[in-house]
Nanobody, 121 residues
Framework: QVQPVESGGGSVQAGGSLRLSCVAS????MAWFRQTSGKEREVLAS???????SYGDSIEGRFTISGDTSKGTLYLQMNNLKPEDSAMYYC???????????????????WGQGTQVTVAS
């Protein structure tokens, strides 16, 4: 297995876009999370080996997950960014036995170091 490594974070003006990338291998379930100071890490979106996709409630249709777990790639296209989207974004990976669990935080065993996203108003 190759543990997750994220890239693509940075600073952007409100209303702008960013695309995050993650590489990892040996997993059948991958997801994006984010965390701000003092808050719990929240799931944004997940993708499984069978191409099932799940989105967290905070996405509001502005983010799109894509990739291919068999190739070890995961992306998060983020549009119409808002200042409240500023956070550390993490890629996580797991080998799940239940596809429905692919969006559950405790299912994930391996995490990247995170990439910072800052949205200025």
């Amino acid at each position: 297995q190759v543990q997750p490594v994220e890239s693509g974070g940075g600073s952007v003006q409100a209303g702008g876009s960013l695309r995050l990338s993650c590489v990892a291998s040996g997993y059948n379930c991958m997801a994006w999370f984010r965390q701000t100071s003092g808050k719990e890490r929240e799931v944004l979106a997940s993708l499984s080996e069978i191409r099932s996709v799940s989105y967290g409630d905070s996405i509001e249709g502005r983010f799109t997950i894509s990739g291919d777990t068999s190739k070890g790639t995961l992306y998060l296209q983020m549009n119409n960014l808002k200042p409240e989207d500023s956070a550390m974004y993490y890629c996580a990976a797991a080998n799940t036995r239940r596809w429905a669990a692919c969006s559950v935080r405790r299912e994930f065993t391996d995490w990247g170091q995170g990439t910072q996203v800052t949205v200025a108003s």
